[in-house]
């Protein structure tokens, strides 16, 4: 599956090199587009530090998707380098494909008229691509198996931890137990010897006992 990888995404990011270098080169063909982005836009694009000059908002994205798509192209930091072409997508798809709004005059006056849905779609069909390409492990366990993964190892870890140290407590217990048994039998048998040795020496010293004799 690698080679087809490698093409599938050589394709993706050939789009984006040669829109990112005709935008750079030529921002001036892209500008009215731009400006309906950026009318709309412009408050949310300045608070996240992009330019709301049309021109240069144009220019910027060009050299966006031909970094992204070479780095794309190359298999080069390929998530970012989705994630970043799907991203220098969205203002156009939001703000300059609104073909459903359009208006055209005619004899009657302002007609609401369905533009071409063409270039929405391919805005679309793009992004899917490049959100594939962004989540594709290439057949590697993904980061979310491998933190589970981890987190399991972990838990089982902590389990065989906890029965080993229960089976060595007691296992500790029951030698202690078994010993003081042992100790206590001992004692009541030196207690016994003790006693047969006192009974032993009171009765050679009676009379008539050993030392009479």
């Known amino acids: 599956m690698k080679p087809v990888r490698t093409v599938a995404r050589a394709l993706l990011a ?8 005709d935008a750079y080169n030529n921002p001036d063909r892209f500008v009215d587009g731009a400006k309906a982005v950026t009318d709309r836009l412009g408050p949310t694009l300045g608070s996240v530090g992009l330019p709301t000059d049309p021109r240069s908002l144009v220019r ?7 970094a992204g798509g070479v780095l794309l192209a190359t298999n080069t930091a390929t998530r ?3 994630l970043a072409l799907a991203g220098s997508l969205i203002p156009s ?4 494909q609104d073909f459903w709004s359009r208006t055209e005059q005619s004899q009657e006056g302002p007609v609401l008229r369905t533009g071409d849905p063409t270039p929405l779609l391919k805005n679309l069909g793009l992004m899917g691509g490049l959100l594939l390409a962004a989540v594709d492990t290439e057949g590697k366990p993904g980061l979310a198996w491998r933190t589970g993964h981890v987190a399991e190892q972990a838990q ?3 389990k065989r931890v906890a029965h080993t140290t229960a089976k060595e407590t007691k296992r500790a217990a029951h030698l202690t137990a078994k010993e003081a048994r042992r100790a206590a039998d001992d004692a009541r048998r030196t207690a016994r010897t003790a006693a047969t040795g006192t009974k032993l020496a009171v009765k050679s010293t009676r009379p008539g006992g050993l030392l009479a004799r």
């Open 14 to 21: 050939a789009v984006f090199v040669r829109g990112g270098l």
């Open 60 to 66: 910027i994205t060009g050299i966006v998707q031909m």
């Open 80 to 82: 970012p380098a989705a």
């Open 93 to 96: 798809t939001v703000a300059g």
């Open 156 to 158: 089982d870890s902590v």
